[in-house]
């Protein structure tokens, strides 16, 4: 399945089964998204090829490490690599069709606002999940 950013310019491909969607509703994410909670694929690392748009790839990095990589032409969020290369993680909005996927858990649920509703039976964790971070 493909996958692109706003602008059609940064462009890569995901295969393999995908998995559930996991949401990330701590504060950086909320920063980062503009919105509630990251919703996110995670992916094995030969799972994704960038088709285009590689050049387009821009990383910010906060002074304690937490990483946001994005297309430095419309700002779109995009997959990245978690720091010791074992896994991708892929904003699911940039897909572009529906995966036909659920949500299989919310991670940092107690640092919410109260705007940020959650409507699933989902598993919720308030702080990382268990054995992270
Ligand atoms: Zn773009
Ligand atoms: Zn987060």
Same mark, same amino acid.
């Given at each position: 399945?493909?996958?692109?950013?706003?602008?059609?310019?940064?462009?890569?491909?995901?295969?393999?089964?995908? @998995?559930?969607?996991?949401?990330?509703?701590? &504060?950086?994410?909320?920063?980062? $998204?503009?919105?509630? &909670?990251?919703?996110?694929? $995670?992916?094995?690392?030969?799972?994704?090829?960038?088709? &285009?748009?590689?050049? &387009?790839?821009?990383?910010?990095?906060?002074?304690?490490? =937490?990483?946001?990589?994005?297309?430095?032409?419309?700002?779109?969020? %995009?997959?990245?690599?978690?720091?010791?290369? #074992? %896994? =991708?993680?892929?904003?699911?909005? %940039?897909? @572009?069709? @529906?995966?036909?996927?659920?949500?299989?858990?919310?991670? =940092?649920?107690?640092?919410?606002? $109260? =705007?940020?509703?959650? @409507?699933?039976? #989902?598993?919720?964790? %308030?702080?990382?999940?268990?054995?992270?971070?």
């Amino acid at each position: 399945m493909k996958g692109s950013c706003l602008c059609g310019k940064c462009v890569f491909d995901l295969k393999g089964e995908i @998995d559930a969607v996991g949401k990330c509703h701590c &504060s950086k994410c909320r920063k980062v $998204s503009g919105t509630g &909670s990251n919703a996110v694929h $995670s992916a094995k690392p030969e799972n994704l090829a960038w088709l &285009s748009g590689e050049a &387009s790839i821009k990383t910010y990095v906060m002074p304690d490490g =937490w990483r946001s990589t994005f297309c430095n032409d419309c700002g779109s969020p %995009l997959p990245m690599l978690i720091e010791n290369g #074992a %896994l =991708w993680i892929v904003p699911a909005g %940039l897909l @572009d069709e @529906d995966p036909g996927v659920n949500i299989k858990g919310h991670i =940092w649920t107690g640092d919410r606002p $109260s =705007w940020d509703v959650i @409507d699933d039976t #989902a598993v919720q964790f %308030l702080q990382g999940p268990p054995g992270v971070g």
